[in-house]
């Protein structure tokens, strides 16, 4: 028999409860009641201390991926640095901002607003007659996606471009690239594609008479009506900088349209940027004037009221190639092109930036300012290298004749 008492190496607490003798075998039953419960203890106390450990943990890992994954806040676009103010004819034909008093303080208000529903309600549009203007809207619309610009992008183009036309060989080719091309804008710079119907309705005997102009005016562009602000950029034309027309987006407009040209009036070119607030009214009243045989998108756009873009040395928003043939005094090639957001190209006796014009007839455009000439031969430099980085397409042959210009 074995008899516990304090000097054993049991715990003393034992021997206070014990009153009782354990023989040998019945060991194990006394080791069981008295130890068990304590080493239960432990095991719960540690097993609480190892959850409570890896819950602190877990919740620090949440709130770390949270943080990590969130979203940056969109910036706001604003004006560079080296961009002269807008004229005062901007404040006085888009409307002052309330609480403004003067230029000034009418800009810095410009610059901090956002556009009323926010970004997707407004965008850049651009409408497509012919194939050969595509890989200009497709260029423009690249350049909008590396600047960041946040508003939508717009291709409309004439429905009839998605289906095979029987006979017409020649532009089968055409028709292909043009769709190509629309394509890869969808899918890289993020365009909606909308393809449309004449907006007069004739047959196709009569289709073949009427001008591309009259069949897809410029003014359908009032119809959008799911924007709230449209920026349509004439073709072609190089984008060197967003950043001013995305501004222009925030501008309260009370007309329906309104054009911006450059400082120097150009009948040539007519406005270079066109800014539209869709309307169906204004739509309506607008297509009632447009007949088949006597429409002239030139003279509608010059009915346009229109204002000008800044001409100073620090920065211009709209320069078009034909003003370099009259350059000022102290004209820079290089501040010229470091500084206009937007260059039209638009020059007499020359096709377009997109053909391939002889040298004879290049050189004798030419301008015969030495600073000019140096920044019209950039223009048209730059403007083939992107057209090749960026749709693959070198110049177009010169057009054999009038007839050809649908192509």
Not at 98 to 121: F, I, K, M, Q, V
Not at 194 to 219: F, G
Not at 255 to 283: F, T
């Amino acid at each position: 028999m074995l008899r516990i008492s304090p000097s054993s190496s049991l715990d003393y607490l034992a021997y206070e409860y014990l009153t009782i003798e354990y023989a040998p075998h019945e060991w194990s039953n006394f080791n069981d009641h008295i130890f068990k419960p304590y080493r239960s203890n432990k095991v719960f106390i540690f097993t609480s201390l190892l959850f409570l450990s890896g819950y602190v943990l877990q919740q620090q890992t949440v709130r770390s991926l949270q943080h990590a994954i969130k979203p940056p806040p969109r910036p706001t676009p604003t004006l560079p640095s080296n961009f002269a103010p807008l004229p005062t004819t901007v404040a006085r034909l888009f409307g002052s901002p309330p609480g403004s008093n003067g230029h000034a303080s009418y800009d810095e208000n410009l610059n901090s607003r956002t556009p009323d529903g926010g970004w997707a309600s407004v965008a850049y549009v651009q409408l497509l007659r012919r194939h050969v203007h595509v890989c200009n809207a497709v260029m423009m619309f690249a350049e909008l996606e590396r600047q960041g610009s946040l508003a939508s992008r717009v291709i409309i183009y004439p429905k009839k471009w998605n289906r095979r036309v029987e006979g017409q060989t020649v532009f089968d080719r055409s028709r292909g690239t043009s769709i190509r091309l629309l394509q890869m804008a969808a899918k890289r710079y993020k365009v909606v594609l909308l393809p449309v119907e004449p907006v007069l309705q004739v047959n196709e005997a009569e289709e073949a008479t009427v001008a591309e102009e009259a069949a897809y005016p410029l003014a359908g562009l009032l119809s959008l009506t799911n924007f709230n602000r449209l920026i349509y950029l004439q073709p072609s034309g190089l984008l060197l900088d967003s950043a001013a027309f995305n501004t222009l987006f925030t501008c309260h407009m009370e007309k329906s349209m309104l054009g911006i040209s450059a400082a120097v009036l150009d009948d040539l070119a007519g406005p270079s940027v066109v800014l539209i607030k869709p309307s169906m009214e204004a739509y309506f009243e607008s297509i009632a004037f447009i007949s088949k045989k006597d429409f002239s998108e030139s003279t509608f756009l010059q009915d346009l009221q229109l204002i000008t873009g800044p001409n100073q040395a620090s920065g211009q928003l709209v320069a078009t190639t034909s003003t370099l043939f009259t350059p000022s005094d102290d004209f820079n090639a290089t501040n010229f092109l470091e500084s206009t957001s937007y260059i039209h190209i638009s020059d007499r006796n020359m096709p377009g930036p997109e053909f391939d014009a002889p040298r004879d007839n290049s050189i004798r455009v030419k301008p015969s300012n030495l600073p000019a000439r140096k920044a019209w031969e950039s223009v048209y430099e730059k403007y083939r290298e992107l057209r090749m980085n960026v749709c693959g397409l070198d110049l177009e042959p010169m057009p054999a004749a009038k007839a050809d210009e649908r192509k």
